[in-house]
């Protein structure tokens, strides 16, 4: 019983910002690594941006320099702070992370958010 929940994305002229945050709830343990995914239409879904527990980030090359990704833990919440947009950043963005729940032993990162769409066009 774990849910990821996003919110933030929308519509946005290229060179504007957005933010997104990402909630996770549910009977969890400990969440290690939290991450960002993007998919376009008739893409396959891909990597933007990942963090670790312990702060240490790791970005696609395409979005190095305009997103920040962050997070806090007691509030179990992930930002990506996406400046300088550009239209091949439009995309439906989802919400990833490592979850250990109170009836598991181990780390599944099967847990995804709904999605939010971003779009950003003229």
């Known amino acids: 019983q774990v849910q990821l929940v996003e919110s933030g994305g929308g519509l946005v002229q290229p060179g504007g910002s957005l933010r997104l945050s990402c909630v996770a709830s549910g009977s969890i343990v400990s969440i290690n690594t939290m991450g960002w995914y993007r998919q376009a239409p008739g893409k396959q879904r891909e990597l933007v941006a990942a963090i670790t527990r312990g702060g240490s980030t790791n970005y696609a090359d395409s979005v190095k320099g305009r997103f920040t990704i962050s997070r806090d833990n007691a509030k179990s919440t992930v930002y990506l702070q996406m400046s300088s947009l550009k239209p091949e950043d439009t995309a439906v963005y989802y919400c990833?992370?490592?979850?250990?729940?109170?009836?598991?032993?181990?780390?599944?990162?099967?847990?995804w958010g709904q999605g939010t769409q971003v779009t950003v066009s003229s």
């Open positions: 990833n992370a490592g979850i250990r729940t109170v009836v598991g032993g181990i780390v599944s990162y099967d847990y």
